[in-house]
Each structure stands twice: as structure tokens, then as C-alpha cells.
T-cell receptor, first 112, second 116 residues
Framework: GQQLNQSPQSMFIQEGEDVSMNCTSS?????WLWYKQEPGEGPVLLIA?????ELTSNGRLTAQFGITRKDSFLNISASIPSDVGIYFC????????????FGKGTLLTVNP | NAGVTQTPKFQVLKTGQSMTLQCAQD?????MSWYRQDPGMGLRLIHY???????DQGEVPNGYNVSRSTTEDFPLRLLSAAPSQTSVYFC???????????????FGEGSRLTVL
């Protein structure tokens, strides 16, 4: 099946720093999604990307759909303590946008 | 609007016991699914359903059964629990627009299961 390789596995940063994480796929995706999971909660969609080369922002978060359609990047600018959590990339499995395959996640810790 | 509701939130079982994790959504979503989350493994799809009466296997279906008798409910059954099924389980639902949705899955808060 499709595999998503997400890196880094974890990050420990100081408040105010910028953060970058990425995800690569063994196959071409038509959609890239980024979710955030806060402690004790289920994941919540942050950004959805539907077109190769697309760059989309959601507040301090910016995500890009790689032109090869096999990768995606998520950047967080000026991190704050509430950014802590696990960030997952996800892509469609089997040609549908609702049946998703997830990466293993990036655990982000922000030191105030 | 409750969204996706999972019960119970915590459960401890002994090996060989059976139980059902309940999932209900009030958003009239066609698609419902179950994932398990293990440390360092991300979210792995167990079973999914695209509508009442239709279910299919995901990536890790062994040891689990599902049924979809109504649009709202999608229970996950463990017939004979094993320690390897210790995990956090998430139910998620979504609209299906035409032949595909938007990619936005709505997740419940999770059910933490420990099998001794």
C-alpha cells in the first residue's frame, strides 16, 4: 500500500522559532492534507492542498503541495506554546479523498 | 452539534474478552472509519464504510469486526481481545461528494483500550 514518510519524528523548539516539517510519498497523490492532534484529542484538519505547486496559508501555518506530487511541506512561523501537538500529513488511499493514509506524525514541543 | 461521539473513553480488558467500541455521528456523513493509533506508528485504518450496509477492510483489519446498520452508527467489535490490540482507537467520518470527498475527516476524541 501507499506509504507516507514524515520527518522529523519530533522537534523541540523555543517559542518564537519557525518550524518546518515534510512528508514524502512512494506514489503520486492528488491531495495532500495536514492535521494536528492536541493531547487527548482527535486530529483536526489544518490545511488541504488539491493542486501540484499549490501554496496555502492558515494563519501562521503555510503548506505546499510539491510539484512532483510526491511530497508536501508544512511551515509554522513564530511558534507559540499552543502549537504543541502531533502534526500528521495524510493523502488519499485507493483514489478517494475520504479514505486517508496518514504519516507517522511529527511531535512538536514548544518551550515558552 | 455533538459531531463524532465515541464511548467508552477508557477500557481495560483481559485477554480473550470481547467488547464493542461505539461511534455515533450526527452530521449525516456517508463515510465512517476506525483508526488505531500506536506510538511511532501514526494512524492506521482498521475498517471503513461508505454507507449503511457497506463495510470494507482497511490496513489492519484482523481481530476486528464492524457493521453499519444506520448512517449514524459504526461500532467496532473485538471478539477476543489480545494484548496487541492495546491502543487508542479513533472513529472518523466525512462527507462523500460525488465520487470523492474533500479530505476533511472529523474525528472523535478517542477510546483508550488496554488489554492485559
Amino acid at each position: 500500500g501507499q506509504q507516507l514518510n514524515q520527518s522529523p519524528q519530533s522537534m523541540f523548539i523555543q517559542e518564537g522559532e519557525d518550524v518546518s516539517m515534510n512528508c514524502t510519498s512512494s506514489s503520486i497523490f492528488n491531495t495532500w492534507l495536514w492535521y494536528k492532534q492536541e493531547p487527548g484529542e482527535g486530529p483536526v484538519l489544518l490545511i488541504a492542498l488539491y493542486k501540484a505547486g499549490e501554496l496555502t496559508s492558515n494563519g501562521r501555518l503555510t503548506a505546499q503541495f510539491g510539484i512532483t506530487r510526491k511530497d508536501s511541506f508544512l511551515n509554522i512561523s513564530a511558534s507559540i506554546p499552543s502549537d504543541v501537538g502531533i502534526y500528521f500529513c495524510a493523502g488519499p488511499s485507493g483514489g478517494s479523498n475520504y479514505k486517508l493514509t496518514f504519516g507517522k506524525g511529527t511531535l512538536l514541543t514548544v518551550n515558552p | 452539534n455533538a459531531g463524532v461521539t465515541q464511548t467508552p473513553k477508557f477500557q481495560v480488558l483481559k485477554t480473550g474478552q470481547s467488547m464493542t467500541l461505539q461511534c455515533a455521528q450526527d452530521m449525516n456523513h456517508e463515510y465512517m472509519s476506525w483508526y488505531r493509533q500506536d506510538p511511532g506508528m501514526g494512524l492506521r485504518l482498521i475498517h471503513y464504510s461508505v454507507g449503511a450496509g457497506i463495510t470494507d477492510q482497511g490496513e489492519v483489519p484482523n481481530g476486528y469486526n464492524v457493521s453499519r446498520s444506520t448512517t449514524e452508527d459504526f461500532p467496532l467489535r473485538l471478539l477476543s481481545a489480545a494484548p496487541s490490540q492495546t491502543s487508542v482507537y479513533f472513529c472518523a467520518s466525512s462527507y462523500i461528494t460525488g465520487t470523492s470527498g474533500t479530505g476533511e475527516l472529523f474525528f472523535g476524541e478517542g477510546s483508550r483500550l488496554t488489554v492485559l
